[in-house]
Every structure is written in C-alpha cells, then in structure tokens.
C-alpha cells in the first residue's frame, strides 16, 4: 500500500537538507544553521552526527514515515561540497561533474551533484521558459556544414572582452579549431578556414552569423548581398563552398550552445591552470582542450563516410585565402598599396608593365604578392621586416623566386628554339 505524506513534511525535510548543505560547504556556521531552523545549538548537533552516521536518512522524520533517499557519506558529500568551494568555484555543474570523475576519481550521478550544489546554494537554480521549436536535422555527413562563430567574454579573467573563434562540423559536434583573439576579424576567420581545408579538405557549406567579414548587407535587417562579396565570400566562392547566413540566434542555435559551453569551460580552465595571456591560453587551446571537448562533445553521424575533398594539388591556397586587390601599374613600374611603393622588377614576359592592371596578393601573414595573370611579378616582405629576421619568410621568397626564375628559363629556352626554328 502506497503512503502518502504531508507536503508540509515534505517542505520541512528539503528545509533541513538545504541549511545542513550550506553548512556543510562553508557559506554558514553551524550556529547560524540552528538559528534559521529556529533549533537549539544542541539539538543541531544532533542532526549533523545523525547527517554523519545515516547520511541523508538521518534527515527524514521517522515518526512522519518520511521516505528516505540513497545514503551518502557525510565525509565524500564534504569533501565534494569543499572541493567546489575551494578550487571550482567558478564551474558549471556538468563541468564540475566531469572534473570530479576524471580527476579525482569520484564517481557519483549528476544529479546527486547537481542537487547537493543547488541545495547548498552553490549554484543558482535554473527554471527554463523556452520557446517550443522545431529542431533541425543534422547533415548526415561530415563536411557537409562547418559553423563558425565567434563569442565575446572575459575569457582570461582580467576584465577585458576578447573574443574566441571556433570552427566546428554540425554532423558530429568536432570541433576543428579555436583562437582566442582581441577581436573578430576577417584575418582570423580566413586564416581558420584555410587551416580546416589544410588538415581536412574543402568542405560543402560554411554557416555563419552575418558580420561583416562574411557578408555584406545592403541595409540593416534586409537580406545579405549576393551581388557583392566580401574577401571570405570570394575565397568560399573560389572553391566552390556555399555560404550560407543566419537571420537570428534561434537559427543558429546549435553554435549558440556551444558558445555557452565554452563559455562555461574555458575561463575555469585557464583560470585553474593559471593562464593570463592570449599567446599562452591558445597554446592551451589547440593543444589540449580542443582535444579534451572533442572526447567529451562528439558524437557519432548519422552516415559513414565523409563529405571532405581534398584540395588540388595545382590550387595555390596561399593565393585564395588572401585579401586580393586590383591595381594598375604606374609608368616607373610602381605600385601603390597600403602607403607603400613596390618595385617590380625587369622581367622577360614585357618590357614594361606600366599601365597594366595586376592583382596585390595581401597574404595572412602579412606579406605581398603581384601578379599578373598565372605570373608572378614579385615578393614583398611585411613592413618592417627585413628577410635576414624570419626564417620562414626567407624559406618563401626563396620559393618564389626560384618559381619565378623556373619560369623566365623556360620561357627564354623556348624563345631561343623559335628563333632557330625562324632562321632554318
């Protein structure tokens, strides 16, 4: 036969379990706790040995037939209780949860912990009023959808906003790539696109919120441009990827979440680990936590296989993933670009290049090319750095000259037979 109990018992026991709670993990004293119960000192003494002995079951009124639920030891719930308190004060529950598994071998269900943390006041708790919506499928393959956003907070902890960029597959939830930057921009999120195409292929549509480094708007809350296409649109363009904007937050509710997420993960984790700059937390980042969420987030599509090509391999990404510019060359053979002049230098395709109309190369990391068709006219260096300080920079100008020089000794070698060929 089912017994049913007073609510007002029902309501008197929670009581109880919530002060002990707080009590428990710090926030009060014990004294205090007897006076919020309105009890003497002493018979909350009682309470905390019965708390000690029986667990939660020492809580319930046994001449009310209170049903009691399963025991945990006072010392494992205080130390849980300490833990959060003391080290992650700052975590969210499931984080919390994760931590407690994996690091200090406690295994325990959720929602022990999430009671026993709200019950102490720990963390707040949450009634959810959301709107009823239609979910939208996954793409089936991955590679079919890559969503990329970027998501402001104060992720080092120090009061300044920065953002951090996350690249991510909406078939599985894996996430590709993340950098913490002072600000979104079109150089970031280019620089993250050629770096997924890189390790795993061109993929089939990018789906993004619409700022401006992704598209542009004709006027506030009309529809996006496509006529006219920012430097990413183009790149996507080139290699046949669908851009593809979202109108609202709701509609991209799946990177929405995963913002909260590593909203909710990483300022704990560089806070924990002692992290206080950008070059230091993506270190961090592409090192360790991308694989860290990968573990716990992906899961499994819903088709085997994969939608990646792999890029071509007479596809020059360097001159894709760039912001590229027209320009006509002046009678000096000069070009003027970004308050600087470049030389171009003799070459055996003209005589001169004056009045031409070539293209400015303007690659992520700062230097320049010009060319002129499937020609390359000449390598710049950044501004301010001279080839005999960066390595790398010198591996590529060495590279393009020699594609150059390649070049001119063919086209001369072809020259000279022409001519033999003319004077027979």
């Not at 014990?30 to 119960?37: G, H």
């Not at 990177?255 to 993506?282: D, F, V």
């Not at 002129?372 to 005999?388: C, I, Q, R, W």
Request: net charge positive; hydrophobic share 35%.
């Amino acid at each position: 036969m089912q017994v049913y109990y007073p609510e007002s018992a029902l309501e008197r026991a929670m009581k109880v379990q919530e002060v002990i709670l707080r009590a428990m993990s710090g926030q009060i004293l014990w004294l205090e706790a007897a006076e919020i119960l309105g009890i003497t000192d002493r018979q909350m003494r009682r309470w905390k040995k019965r708390y000690e002995k029986y667990g939660y079951d020492g809580l319930y009124d046994r001449r009310k037939k209170m049903p009691s639920p399963k025991i945990m030891p006072f010392e494992k719930a205080k130390k849980i209780l300490k833990l959060y308190r003391e080290k992650y004060f700052d975590f969210n529950i499931s984080h919390f949860y994760d931590k407690l598994r994996e690091e200090h071998n406690i295994k325990i269900s959720y929602n022990w912990v999430r009671l026993a943390l709200q019950g102490a006041g720990l963390i707040e708790k949450r009634t959810r009023h959301d709107k009823h919506r239609k979910r939208r499928p996954r793409r089936p393959l991955i590679g079919m959808m890559i969503h990329m956003d970027g998501s402001p907070c104060d992720w080092l902890g120090n009061g300044t906003m920065c953002d951090l960029v996350h690249a991510y597959d909406d078939a599985n939830n894996k996430l590709y790539d993340l950098e913490l930057v002072k600000e979104e921009d079109a150089i970031t999120c280019m620089g993250m696109l050629k770096t997924v195409v890189e390790k795993k292929g061109i993929f089939c549509s990018l789906y993004t919120d619409r700022a401006s480094q992704f598209f542009l708007t004709k006027k506030a809350g009309e529809s996006v441009s496509r006529d006219r296409l920012t430097q990413i649109g183009r790149a996507l363009q080139e290699l046949g990827i669908q851009a593809i904007p979202g109108y609202s937050a709701q509609a991209r509710g799946r990177s929405e979440r995963l913002n909260r997420t590593l909203q909710g993960r990483i300022p704990q984790e560089l806070r924990y680990r002692g992290i206080k700059t950008i070059q230091e937390a993506n270190k961090y980042l592409k090192t360790e936590y991308i694989k860290e969420h990968n573990k716990r987030f992906v899961r499994k599509p819903e088709q085997k296989g994969t939608a990646f090509i792999p890029a071509p391999k007479n596809i020059d990404l360097d001159k894709i993933f760039c912001f590229k510019h027209e320009r006509t060359v002046n009678n000096d053979n000069t070009i003027s670009f970004n308050n600087r002049i470049l030389q171009i230098g003799p070459s055996e395709l003209r005589v001169s290049f004056a009045k031409c109309r070539v293209i400015v190369y303007e690659h992520l990391d700062g230097s320049i090319s010009v060319g002129y068709g499937p020609h390359m006219l000449g390598y710049y260096l950044p501004k301010g750095l001279s080839t005999n300080s960066h390595y790398k920079q010198k591996e590529k100008v060495a590279k393009r000259k020699k594609a150059t020089t390649t070049f001119n000794q063919k086209r001369t070698h072809h020259l000279l037979e022409t001519a033999d060929i003319l004077t027979c």
